[in-house]
């Protein structure tokens, strides 16, 4: 199994996430089939994205 990090399962997120994650926060595990243009999770590269 690979230690590489992979994308947040939350469509519209933007962070990775460590080997045995699925989400970056918990805003993002109860968020993931909801329908957003843009993640809130607080973390800089989804707080940096522009609309």
Avoid: R
Avoid at 5 to 31: D, F, I, R
């Amino acid at each position: 199994m690979s230690n590489e990090a992979k994308k947040c399962g939350m469509k519209g997120c933007l962070c990775t996430v460590p080997a045995g994650q699925k989400y970056c926060s918990n805003y993002c595990e109860a968020a993931h089939n909801s329908i957003t243009l843009q993640c809130h999770c607080g973390h800089s590269d989804c707080a940096s994205q522009k609309l």
